[in-house]
């Protein structure tokens, strides 16, 4: 089965660079079929795919987020990143990664606030 775990900073200031890893296990994110992803959850909000990131290191993105979004990855630590620039209020939320198709069990996610 395959684990992901996030972590990052949970709170950023208006106007940077959000960064998260997401840490894999179970599989290899060089070799998977999985596509791998960041997927984000405002409050009271449903949720919204960022972007993904096959196992050859293609990246494709959600349009509304292209400009400011980027994946990348660590193959040595079996990890993969988000970094969302510019970042405002509005992107306060309940950050995930996973794989698609989706693990069953999305764990907590991590919460970052966007605030100064």
């Known amino acids: 089965q395959v684990q992901l775990q996030e972590s990052g900073p949970g709170l950023v200031k208006p106007s940077q660079t959000l960064s998260l890893t997401c840490t894999v296990s179970?599989?290899?994110?060089?070799?998977?079929?999985?596509?791998w992803n960041w997927i984000r959850q405002p409050q009271g909000k449903g949720l919204e795919w960022m972007g993904s990131?096959?196992?050859?290191?293609?990246?494709y993105y959600s349009p509304s987020l292209k400009s400011r979004t980027s994946i990348s990855r660590d193959t040595s630590k079996n990890q993969f990143s988000l970094q969302l620039s510019s970042v405002t209020p509005e992107d306060t939320a309940v950050y995930y990664c996973?794989?698609?198709?989706?693990?069953?069990?999305w764990g907590q996610g991590t919460q970052v606030t966007v605030s100064s």
């Open positions: 179970g599989d290899s994110i060089t070799t998977s079929y999985y596509a």
């Open positions: 990131m096959t196992y050859d290191g293609s990246t």
């Open positions: 996973n794989t698609y198709p989706p693990q069953p069990d």
